[in-house]
């Protein structure tokens, strides 16, 4: 990691009630990488990435961006440090079309009377367009409405609107997990041309298939700690599982 | 041009410039009166009220909410600038006055609804319905004022160039927030705001105004509606505008609006109250009697609806 990190995690802590969701959890993301996150149901993954996205407040631990401490206390704050979620759902509206989903919040628009802004429709489709084929996506008619596409069309324009906003850090999670086999390698691809937009990426996945295709490192949680980090060119699916399920380095793993 | 035509197929306006069309060439055929200037004029003028409450209507169903209170404050703005007028105060302050009551009462509906009180809309403005028609009692003890400024009665008994005054401010009104939805930025963040408020949000678009001004539009809509009732009637009775609320959710339902947001037209309003209208008139001019005429429209109603409902799956 000779880029030095883009994100760095110290010592995150979260516990909901009795339960400890994450216990003193370090994490580092490098520029330009894919970390693929695991574990098991309740290994604290999804925790984990809430925190880092805004959406929940650790009980202790400490957020670095290049080096420089912040304060991430809502997806406002989150999204102005280049840190974007993409939630399938959550990230895009229905009922507008794929035009309006990627610019939504960034109009462009042309100012009439010194007050209204219209919107400038056609400079937006063309800009899209662009954008989309940049990474690589086909895409029909971008003016569709985001309700009329399929699940791995949703996930792909959520993640090149999070491209586009010029985003440094992209969390999926499970972004292939209700897709089939063509829609998801689709997925895949994108996850990994973002590299060469200087885009970093957490994805959060169960199919060690993908995450072996997509990422560069991989890091293991269970019962929220971290048990296991490794670079995906040095390690395989069975010691991957065996992080997972606790199998080896049993007593480290479980408090 | 076979842009257009394609886009408007796929809207769900469509369906309502079909059903006004049949239903229009079949009145036509039954009734001679039907297709002359005069009539469809008197329709336009006799919707015109409804039409216009049903402008604020649409935006509030946009953002996924709805405003009971319409009739009562369109009742309360006109009593209020009636009572001014006849106090004394000149004409143009009471209308303005009156209007600006109207926009408060909205302004009150959105602080229930988008503070963190957080009361349904449904709610919210059932409450107010209330209080607005209350209120309207209060100020006239009851009975109507009459006997408004014969200059006042001009408004909205006077033509333009041959069309009457309140199809010229209905037009005009509906022009600017159709423009205003379909082409600029802020009317786009009514859908944003109404097809996901959470995703609207994290984009940057503040959601609790959008819905604010929603509400502030249905209150001015509703007591602009007001003002060319009284100046219609020359005269304001606590009554008025009841039963209004219905009529402009109707229109704005068959004009292919969403009750659960993100989905509506201002094109599509207006096309459903002409239907509504046309449909009483039709059945006025074929001596339909007025409690079948309620029958009938309630069934075009949920007929349009379920085909609507229907096309979407399909």
């Known amino acids: 990691m000779s880029n030095g990190h883009l994100m760095r995690l110290e010592g995150i802590s979260k516990s909901f009630g009795g339960v400890k969701a994450l216990q003193d959890v370090d994490l580092e993301v490098a520029h330009n990488e894919v970390l693929a996150l695991v574990g098991d149901n309740g290994a604290g993954k999804s925790t984990l990435v809430k925190v880092i996205s805004g959406a929940i407040l650790p009980d202790k631990g400490r957020i670095f961006i290049e080096d420089k401490e912040v304060s991430v206390r809502n997806p406002r704050d989150a999204a102005l440090l280049g840190i974007q979620m993409c939630y399938q759902d959550l990230a895009l509206i229905d009922c507008l079309d794929v035009t309006t989903n990627i610019f939504l919040g960034r109009e462009i ?50 993640v090149s609107r999070a491209a586009y906003w010029g985003m440094r850090l992209v969390i999926l999670d499970e972004p292939t997990a209700a897709l089939g086999v063509r829609e998801a390698s689709r ?63 049993s007593g480290q793993g479980i408090a | 041009m076979k842009d257009v035509l394609l886009k408007l197929k796929d809207s769900r306006v469509f369906l309502a410039v079909i059903g006004l069309l049949l239903l229009s060439s079949l009145l036509s055929v039954l009734s001679p009166h039907f297709l002359t200037v005069s009539n469809i004029l008197n329709v336009l003028r006799q919707i015109s009220m409804i039409a216009v409450v049903a402008i604020g209507m649409t935006y509030v169903i946009i953002t996924g909410g709805i405003d009971l209170s319409v009739g009562s404050v369109l009742a309360l703005s006109a009593v209020c600038g009636a009572f001014l007028m006849n106090h004394g105060v000149s004409m143009y302050l009471a209308v303005l006055a009156g209007i600006m009551i109207g926009g408060v009462c909205g302004f009150l509906n959105a602080m229930l609804v988008v503070t963190r009180i957080n009361m349904p809309p449904f709610v919210a403005t ?96 509703a007591a602009l509606a007001g003002m060319i009732l009284a100046s219609r009637l020359v005269s304001i009775e606590p009554l008025a505008g009841l039963g209004y609320e219905l009529d402009a959710i109707a229109a704005a339902v068959i004009g292919g609006a969403n009750l659960y947001g993100g989905e509506g037209s201002l094109l599509g309003t207006l096309i459903g109250a002409i239907i509504t209208g046309v449909l009483r008139n039709g059945l006025n001019l074929l001596d339909v009697s007025p409690y079948w005429q309620q029958v009938v429209v309630g069934l075009v109603i949920a007929s349009v609806v379920s085909i609507n409902a229907l096309r979407k799956k399909s």
């Open chain 1, 187 to 249: 997925v895949n691809d994108l996850i990994k041309s973002l590299k060469q937009k200087n885009i970093s990426v957490i994805v959060i996945s169960h199919n060690l298939q993908h995450v072996f295709y997509v990422a560069d490192r991989v890091v293991v949680l269970r019962h929220g700690k971290k048990v296991g980090e490794k670079i995906i060119k040095e390690t395989d699916g069975d010691e991957v599982v065996k992080l997972i399920t606790g199998a080896e380095f």
């Open chain 1, 109 to 158: 628009c042309k100012r009439v009377l010194g007050a209204i802004d219209f919107l400038s429709f056609k400079k937006m489709r063309m800009e899209s367009i662009r954008h989309l084929k940049d990474l690589g996506i086909e895409l029909q008619n971008v003016r569709e409405k985001v309700k009329n596409l399929s699940g791995g069309q949703r996930q792909v324009i959520a």
């Open chain 2, 126 to 221: 059932l409450a107010m319905m209330s209080v607005g028609r209350g209120l309207s009692m209060v100020i006239t003890e009851g009975r109507p004022i009459y006997g408004l400024p014969a200059q006042f009665g001009f408004i909205a008994g006077g033509y333009f160039s041959g069309i009457p005054v309140p199809v010229l401010i209905m037009i005009l009104l509906y022009l600017i927030g159709h423009i205003h939805l379909s082409y600029v930025k802020t009317g786009m963040y009514f859908y944003a705001t109404g097809g996901n408020e959470e995703a609207a949000r994290v984009a940057g678009v503040d959601a609790k105004r959008v819905k604010l001004s929603a509400y502030v539009i249905s209150g001015f809509t």
